[in-house]
């Protein structure tokens, strides 16, 4: 019989305001104690209500580990490629990339940003971006049931985005009173985030109204296991992050991840020098459109 997994964990993101001044409100959905979260290091919920065209953002670096946006309302990206509402990016930042998301115009916007950490032997890969517009996502419909798999393989759907750490990530809508059953690696550190509605989660069917993050309890058996989900009266819509855990340590400072103190030092010295090279500038077999 295949393990029942439960929540072990709830909390509610407190909004604060973000790096892009009033109009913009962050949550930390993921932060601060990375041996519970492993291999998610950061999960930020930004929304933007721009209401002028001063410029904000701009360009800044990344390395060591990589960013995947899942973008649910507005438009964002570069000259080369902009997201759309439902569309994703994984970027890669390995040795070392900047990247620019400037917006200058008014504008609505809600995006997911998720730090995940390299494998050590991975870190200092080269960079590159996958970008998976809404078009091609993979989805089931069924029975009440909606599922976008943007990475992973979950409910007889895989992404096409290939990933260096196997990670889940889906975008998952039930309708009012269904009750489906997902099935998640057991050794996979698993939360919902819900952007909707509520559900009664797990084996002992904890509630999880929207804004609220449950994570579920972890095991270390390599086998399936099973997640019961019961939407509420309104339905339900939450964004499923399931990863499995590096075990190795890692520091964190700034924009970079690193195995040892030398390792960020050494990266602040190379984008100051201006080694870091900008995303638009990847050749064209790192910058790949799914």
């Known amino acids: 019989m295949a393990l029942k997994r439960k929540v072990v964990r709830i909390n509610t993101p407190a909004g604060h305001p973000g790096f892009m001044g009033p109009e913009h409100i962050a949550r930390s959905v993921i932060g601060g104690n990375y041996a519970q979260s492993d291999p998610f290091i950061v999960l930020m919920d930004d929304r933007l209500d721009k209401?002028?065209?001063?410029p904000?953002?701009?360009?800044?670096?990344?390395?060591?580990?990589?960013?995947?946006?899942l973008l649910l309302e507005g438009e964002?990206?570069?000259?080369?490629?902009?997201?759309?509402?439902?569309?994703?990016?994984?970027?890669?930042?390995?040795?070392g990339v900047v990247h620019t998301e400037t917006i200058d115009k008014i504008a609505r916007m809600r995006l997911l940003q998720l730090w995940v950490n390299l494998p050590k032997k991975d870190r200092w890969v080269t960079p590159r971006v996958q970008d998976l517009p809404l078009e091609h996502v993979p989805t089931l419909q069924q029975n009440d049931v909606e599922i976008k798999l943007y990475s992973g393989t979950l409910a007889g759907l895989t992404s096409p985005v290939?990933?260096?750490?196997?990670?889940?990530?889906?975008?998952?809508?039930?309708?009012?009173?269904?009750?489906t059953t997902l099935q998640l690696p057991a050794n996979f550190n698993t939360l919902l985030y819900v952007l909707q509605g509520s559900a009664?989660?797990?084996?002992?069917?904890?509630?999880?109204?929207?804004?609220?993050?449950?994570?579920?309890?972890?095991?270390?058996?390599?086998?399936?296991?099973?997640?019961?989900?019961?939407?509420?009266?309104?339905?339900?819509?939450?964004?499923?992050?399931?990863?499995?855990?590096?075990?190795?340590?890692?520091?964190?400072?700034?924009?970079?991840?690193?195995?040892?103190?030398?390792?960020?030092?050494r990266l602040y010295y190379n984008y100051r020098q201006?080694?870091?090279?900008?995303?638009?500038?990847?050749?064209?077999s790192q910058r790949i459109l799914l």
């Open 51 to 54: 209401k002028d065209t001063t």
């Open 56 to 69: 904000v953002g701009g360009p800044h670096p990344h390395a060591g580990f990589e960013t995947v946006s």
């Open 76 to 95: 964002m990206g570069d000259e080369a490629y902009r997201l759309k509402s439902g569309d994703f990016q994984m970027m890669t930042a390995g040795s």
């Open 162 to 179: 290939e990933n260096y750490v196997p990670i889940i990530i889906a975008d998952i809508r039930i309708a009012a009173h269904v009750t």
């Open 200 to 265: 009664k989660v797990g084996q002992e069917e904890s509630l999880l109204q929207v804004d609220r993050v449950g994570w579920l309890d972890l095991s270390t058996q390599d086998e399936l296991s099973e997640l019961q989900i019961t939407a509420g009266e309104a339905g339900t819509r939450f964004v499923l992050y399931a990863g499995k855990p590096t075990g190795e340590s890692m520091i964190s400072h700034g924009p970079f991840i690193g195995d040892s103190a030398d390792d960020i030092n």
């Open 274 to 284: 201006g080694r870091l090279k900008h995303i638009e500038t990847l050749p064209c």
